[in-house]
């Protein structure tokens, strides 16, 4: 019975309860989620997409243990049903999962998030997650010759692409989850 | 960014309507994890046969199918051109530069596109010929084992239904917030990424608050009608097999079967 109405439990890895309002917020977050993830902006060179906004704002507010499992859902029917591309791997559901982690952990309960923070949290989803473990999935599923050489000739594009995300993401992120409205609705929704 | 597939559901009475969102659903998954075991024409060619027989079971147009293929072309011609110019081998048919043109870089570029366009016309079957609702439906069924282990499978299944549900709205609402923007003189592309980034967030901030919105009216009327609990919702259709699906079943353990005999005697 986690839909009812009480306050959230505070625990990081408990799943928190949630009222009516926050379920159904919750559910508006994942939708945004989707649509943002038909958003992006840019040159052909380098687009930017903004999927990350509605994942941070579910793990800043929802914690790690839902965020996980939202992540897990839209990663799988995202990549079956939302935005089919021929990309659906397991691998990449377990990225999900990490990226969504990662923010939770750096994003759960803090009413301001610093810098820091956001400079931590982004630089490992980026990095760590984006460049070095996708990068690893798109290895197995498409390269025909498993050498070192192959994996850096795939990862040399990637880690440019990213390098150049990072600084974006880190000014959206902090903009974004700093921003008085978002502020406010925490207040309203959660009470803090 | 209208070309999304979500809410494409197009009503009708055909076979595959007419099966039950969880098959259809497995058969969608088993199909794209089998494509990852093929490797060469002849199991190519038996996945292209089983998705065409599929397309025309569903008795749509092939425009609908090829909409669904437009979205992602540049991504599909992006792969492509990766696998021409980086796959190694012999032999090579041309250099330029640094890049080589290989006989297994052409064959891989071809297997990778028709990988993309055999998974993306599966999954359009899917949500052509299934009801969002039915998908969220299929899925609470789908999951239910993992309720054992603690899982909110019902709280989940019900979220994803909210949120499919108003994805075509927060489409429109984005699209509505856009040309605002760009009518006050805003634009979204002209300047470097970073200015760009910038842009999006008196984009992204209304799209929010305009979500907010929409999810307490929602929580509201919810509450009004008496909604405390996802796992006590009654459904207005019950999920269960029919016969049809038994036959679908069938085909689909059969399609798994010769897939891997052609993989196992005819290539090795």
Redesign the interface.
């Known amino acids: 019975?986690?839909?009812?109405?009480t306050t959230p439990v505070k625990g990081t890895w408990s799943?928190p309860k949630?009222d009516?309002?926050q379920?159904?917020?919750?559910?508006?977050?994942?939708?945004?989620d989707?649509?943002l993830g038909?958003?992006t902006?840019?040159?052909n060179v380098?687009k930017?997409s903004?999927v990350f906004?509605a994942m941070s704002?579910i793990a800043k507010w929802y914690g790690p243990v839902w965020t996980m499992?939202?992540a897990t859902?839209l990663d799988v029917?995202g990549a079956?049903?939302?935005?089919?591309?021929?990309t659906?791997?397991l691998g990449f559901t377990l990225s999900a999962i990490t990226a969504g982690l990662i923010y939770a952990l750096f994003y759960y309960n803090q009413v301001h998030v610093s810098w820091l923070r956001i400079l931590g949290a982004v630089g490992l989803v980026t990095f760590v997650v984006n460049a070095g473990m996708n990068t690893l999935w798109l290895f197995i599923?498409?390269s025909?010759?498993h050498t070192w050489d192959?994996f850096v000739?795939?990862l040399m594009p990637r880690l440019i692409k990213s390098i150049?995300m990072y600084?974006?993401q880190v000014?959206?992120t902090y903009?974004?989850l700093n921003?008085a409205?978002?502020k406010q609705?925490t207040k309203k929704?959660f009470n803090k | 960014?209208n070309n999304?597939?979500?809410g494409r559901f197009v009503p009708g009475n055909s076979w595959v309507h007419r099966l039950d969102p969880r098959t259809k659903m497995i058969v969608?998954?088993v199909y794209?994890i089998v494509?990852?075991w093929a490797n060469n024409w002849q199991t190519y060619a038996w996945t292209a046969a089983f998705v065409v027989a599929l397309v025309k079971l569903t008795d749509q147009p092939f425009k609908l199918y090829w909409d669904?293929l437009k979205p992602?072309f540049w991504?599909i011609l992006f792969?492509v051109i990766l696998?021409l110019l980086?796959?190694?081998?012999t032999p090579i048919l041309f250099s330029v530069g640094p890049f080589q043109v290989t006989v297994?870089g052409i064959l891989?570029a071809i297997y990778?596109m028709v990988?993309?366009?055999?998974?993306?016309l599966?999954?359009?079957i899917?949500?052509l010929t299934t009801p969002p609702t039915s998908?969220a439906n299929a899925?609470e069924s789908l999951l239910s084992p993992f309720k054992k282990i603690?899982?909110?499978v019902a709280?989940?299944a019900?979220?994803?239904a909210?949120?499919?549900?108003?994805?075509p709205l927060?489409?429109d609402e984005?699209q509505k917030i856009m040309n605002a923007q760009k009518s006050r003189g805003m634009s979204?592309?002209t300047g470097g990424?970073?200015k760009?980034?910038?842009?999006?967030?008196p984009l992204?901030?209304p799209?929010?608050?305009g979500?907010?919105q929409?999810?307490?009216d929602?929580?509201n009327a919810?509450?009004v009608r008496g909604?405390?609990?996802?796992?006590q919702r009654t459904k207005y259709r019950i999920l269960s097999y029919q016969k049809i699906d038994k036959v679908a079943f069938t085909a689909l353990i059969g399609f798994v079967i010769i897939f891997f005999v052609i993989k196992t005697w005819l290539h090795g």
């Open positions: 019975m986690a839909v009812q109405n799943l949630l009516v309002s379920f159904v917020v919750l559910a508006l977050l994942v939708g945004l989707i649509v038909k958003l902006v840019g040159t380098l930017i903004f906004v704002l499992m939202i859902i029917v079956t049903i939302i935005n089919p591309s021929g659906f791997f599923m498409y025909q010759v192959s000739t795939l150049m600084p974006i000014i959206v903009a974004f921003n409205a978002v609705a929704i | 960014m999304i597939m979500i969608t998954f794209i494509m990852l669904g992602i991504l792969t696998q980086f796959t190694p081998g297994p891989n990778v990988r993309f366009v055999l998974i993306i599966m999954s359009t899917l949500t998908i899925l603690g899982v909110p709280e989940l019900l979220m994803l909210i949120a499919l549900r108003f994805v927060l489409m984005m979204f592309s990424p970073i760009r980034a910038k842009a999006i967030i992204l901030i799209l929010f608050i979500a907010l929409r999810a307490l929602l929580a919810m509450e909604f405390k609990d996802a796992v």
